[in-house]
């Protein structure tokens, strides 16, 4: 297996991160563009493998549908295929094809779509045969497994005929995710009326516009947890607005009390290092793609901290949990799980003169562990995974031994 090393850095001198964009903002604008039959001009596009394999899909149009490992495509695509009639087959890598799509499918056959399993039951790959008649105006599905399931169906919906009315049950994760999801459609012209656990949208075209996607929160996170984790040291993260549709900017807040101060400046935000306030307890559940960020950065300066709102990171690219447990362990420190699906760090004491980090065909994984080399030599094995979010990661990273 391939590895990269990094050696021990404990500080660096200034440095500027030419971040990437959003594949979350990518991936949406790219099946509204879809859905207005390409009429937009959309700008600065993710280069991430998951916005380059939607974009590939979408222009090819082949029979199968094969999104590998990318999880937003999956289920953006499944709807799109549906609402616009067509004969697809969808499947993936043998890990997409482990993670479920029972409940988007559920309410797409609802709708009245026909949709087959052409393996286990609730999970890719699947036979989509389009949908002729809209057989209702209105669902139920659940808030708490992935709101991706949700920012599929609503952005589809304008589509619809009848239009749609969601009642979403139980607790609503990821919330901002589907907020995103709502400010994108309106760029486009779409509006979407949500009260309550209702979101109404009702039949209506979206407008050709002009729309360039910001950069990446989710990226910027690493670079905050670097600053958190070094002796000394600042970075400017170039394209960052201060009004973000990424609830990932919620990394801002949380490094506060780790030691990072973020400032907006014309083109990016600068961070520096400031005193730790503290942290006792964090909520996830907005935020679910921070978590081994936080998780790791909490690790490594000696923070203890309660976190919540992790259910959905058992079925992400890997068993994020599990992942986290095993790989914290070899540097001293535990993530244990504890009552009502509450989970404690506990930070490491002692740090060995070498870590190697097992990635577990898991972006985030590699990338969430680059900051480890503050204190330690490291080996991060197959770190060629980062390119299903931020294919320039390792590059970057480079730029501040220079």
Not at 20 to 41: F, H, Q, V, W
Not at 132 to 156: E, N, P
Not at 238 to 260: A, R, T, Y
């Amino acid at each position: 297996m391939e590895t990269l090393i990094l050696e021990q850095i404990n500080s660096f001198l200034p440095s500027r991160i030419p971040l990437p964009s959003s594949k979350s903002e990518s991936n949406r604008a790219l099946i509204i563009d879809a859905l207005t039959e390409g009429e937009n001009r959309l700008l600065n596009l993710a280069e991430a493998r998951d916005t380059q394999t939607m974009i590939r899909l979408l222009k090819e149009n082949p029979p199968i549908f094969d999104v590998l490992d990318a999880g937003t495509t999956m289920r953006f695509l499944t709807a799109y295929a549906v609402v616009t009639d067509q004969y697809k087959v969808m499947t993936g890598t043998p890990r997409m094809c482990e993670r479920p799509i029972g409940i988007l499918v559920d309410a797409l056959r609802a709708l009245g779509a026909e949709i087959h399993y052409m393996n286990k039951e609730g999970f890719p790959p699947l036979a989509i045969h389009g949908l002729k008649i809209q057989k209702t105006d209105a669902l139920q599905i659940r808030g708490d497994v992935s709101s991706q399931y949700i920012s599929a169906l609503l952005m589809v919906a304008p589509k619809l005929p009848k239009g749609l009315t969601l009642e979403l049950t139980g607790k609503v994760g990821s919330r901002t995710y589907i907020e995103m999801t709502i400010q994108l459609m309106k760029a486009f012209g779409v509006s979407c009326e949500w009260k309550g656990n209702l979101i109404k949208v009702k039949h209506q075209d979206y407008k050709p516009t002009v729309f360039s996607v910001e950069s990446d929160w989710s990226g910027a996170s690493y670079w905050f947890s670097l600053i958190a984790c070094a002796d000394k040291g600042d970075l400017f993260l170039e394209g960052l607005k201060q009004n973000s549709l990424q609830g990932d900017s919620k990394i801002v807040e949380i490094m506060d009390h780790l030691g990072v101060k973020s400032e907006f400046k014309v083109g990016g935000l600068q961070l520096t290092k400031q005193e730790v306030k503290g942290l006792d307890a964090f909520d996830f559940s907005d935020c679910p793609d921070l978590a081994q960020t936080v998780a790791v950065t909490c690790a490594i300066i000696g923070q203890k901290v309660r976190f919540t709102g992790l259910e959905s990171l058992r079925i992400k690219e890997t068993d994020r949990i599990y992942a986290l447990q095993q790989e914290l362990l070899k540097f001293g420190a535990k993530l244990e799980e504890d009552a009502n699906e509450a989970f404690t760090l506990i930070p490491s004491v002692k740090m060995p003169n070498e870590v190697k980090i097992h990635t577990y065909d898991d972006h985030r994984m590699a990338m969430a562990f680059m900051p480890l080399m503050t204190k330690t030599r490291v080996i991060i094995e197959d770190p060629e995974v980062v390119n299903k979010s931020y294919p320039s990661f390792w590059k970057h990273v480079a730029l501040i031994n220079n």
